[in-house]
């Protein structure tokens, strides 16, 4: 079992339409992510929250906006998405954001589809 | 920048056969090396991992040597399973204080047949 939670598992969208992802741990971790992962693709890291703060934003557009409520949390949320985002997007999570020495948690993603 | 390459898959493998995926990495400063693992339908879970030159990382009968000299990191098993089974990522981390993140291959499809 997977200790970083993603509900919903599937989403179907509009493109008019604003729905949120979310995700969640209790490993006391401080930093969290969310990646985007196309089919047999890498993931590709969109966000980083270190302390609650936005530590990294590659460069994602507006349509997708973060928010990090408290240390257990993390939200995507999303608005007015075109067809080619849709993909698999995970949450991970990680005892601090540094990765050399401190390794990921994922969840199982939300499978998102826009149509 | 940094990188990470493999071997191109799928690699399609009998049951008890010896696994062997290359990963070689371009990295400006001192990276960590890992490798992940993702079965059908799930997130990524680590697999194993190497903080500095010449460590071996395992777990579940994988193994990877940290080579600093020829910047590799291949994955290794003696003799595999089914449940093998699965999307191999190798990634690295370098340490760039504050912005630390993963850098992943491009992820190697792995079936085992029995």
């Known amino acids: 079992d997977t200790e970083v939670t993603q509900t919903p598992k599937h989403l179907v969208m509009g493109m008019t339409n604003k729905k949120s992802l979310k995700c969640e741990q209790h490993?006391?971790?401080?930093?969290m992510y969310w990646y985007k992962q196309k089919a047999k693709k890498p993931p590709e890291l969109m966000f980083v929250y270190s302390y609650e703060k936005l530590s990294i934003n590659e460069s994602v557009p507006s349509r997708f906006s973060p928010e990090c409520p408290n240390s257990s949390l993390l939200n995507l949320h999303l608005h007015a998405l075109q067809p080619e985002d849709s993909a698999l997007y995970l949450c991970a999570s990680s005892p601090t954001q540094s990765g050399y020495n401190s390794p990921l948690h994922f969840g199982n993603g939300t499978r998102l589809t826009v149509t | 920048g940094d990188s990470v390459t493999q071997m191109e898959g799928p690699v399609t493998l009998s049951e008890e056969a010896f696994l062997t995926i290359n990963c070689t990495y371009t990295?400006?400063?001192?990276?960590?090396l890992f490798w992940y693992v993702q079965y059908p339908g799930e997130g990524l879970q680590l697999l194993l991992k190497?903080?500095?030159?010449?460590d071996k990382g395992s777990n579940k009968g994988f193994e990877a040597t940290y080579r600093k000299e020829t910047t590799s990191f291949h994955l290794e098993k003696g003799s595999v399973q089914v449940s093998d089974s699965a999307v191999y990522f190798c990634a690295l981390s370098d340490r760039d204080f504050g912005n630390e993140k993963l850098t992943f291959g491009t992820g190697t499809r792995l079936t085992i047949i029995p």
């Open positions: 190497a903080t500095k030159a010449d």
């Open positions: 490993m006391g971790h401080r930093a």
């Open positions: 990295a400006t400063g001192y990276p960590s």
